[in-house]
């Protein structure tokens, strides 16, 4: 079974389908099964969305300064070569990310019995930001104010 999943239109499409299907509709953008990761890779960089114009793939020409790797060799492979290639190619696989993921910041999932305490803690989180800001800049009023807004947000 091969489940497929896109966000098409700023919605999330889901498609099941069985390995001789998937590989029958591949022309209509399914990627094509196989056993190679860089295969895999290469479909997903590759793979168009028939709604919208494709975004050109930036190339990235440089390599990796600690084990020099180049962006090239990484589709290849389907494996970064060490920590510092995230850095490196940083702004090359923003695209990747986005079209495998519809965006290219890590949103997580949360557990719906956590999801207030989530919230609560990014707010203070914020207020803490401002807070310091505030304390920065020298304007003890509002830091003032901001002190008492994270001792209220935190008793809750």
Known sequence: MVHITRIQNGQIVEQHFC????NQKNGAGIIQLNNNAS????????????????????ASPKACPCCGLT???FKEIGKMGCPDCYQTF???M???????HGS???????????????EQNKKVWELRQ???HAVKSEDYEQAAQLRDLINQAENN
């Open 39 to 58: 295969d895999l890779l290469n479909s997903l960089i590759n793979m168009g969305n028939e709604s919208e114009a494709a975004e050109p793939i930036i």
């Open 104 to 118: 290219a910041q890590h949103q997580g999932k949360n557990p719906s019995r956590t999801v207030d305490l989530v």
């Open 19 to 22: 390995a001789n299907c998937a």
């Open 71 to 73: 962006y090239n060799k």
């Open 90 to 92: 940083k702004d090359s």
């Open 94 to 100: 923003k695209h990747l990310l986005r079209r495998m």
């Open 130 to 132: 401002q807070l310091q």
